[in-house]
């Protein structure tokens, strides 16, 4: 199957999972990523048994604290 991964279409194995795909790409500091598939948030929870599609779009997406 065909997915974009942080802009770059890519080429995977029908029945991937979000973490087996946090995995392949690797993601860095996994635990503190939040992931959207076709701009939907997935729950960190759910990683495990959210499966990608063919032509799904997904990011990986830091939230940083800071400033004054």
Do not use: C, H, R, W
């Not at 997915?3 to 996994?30: C, M, R, S, Y």
């Amino acid at each position: 199957m065909l997915i974009t991964v942080a802009g770059t279409k890519k080429e995977f194995e029908d029945g991937l999972t979000v973490a087996k795909l946090i995995e392949i790409e690797n993601v860095e500091t996994p635990q503190y990523v939040t992931v959207t598939i076709n701009d939907e948030f997935i729950e960190s929870g759910s990683f495990d048994t959210t499966v990608v599609k063919d032509g799904d779009s997904v990011e990986f997406l830091y939230f940083m604290g800071g400033g004054q």
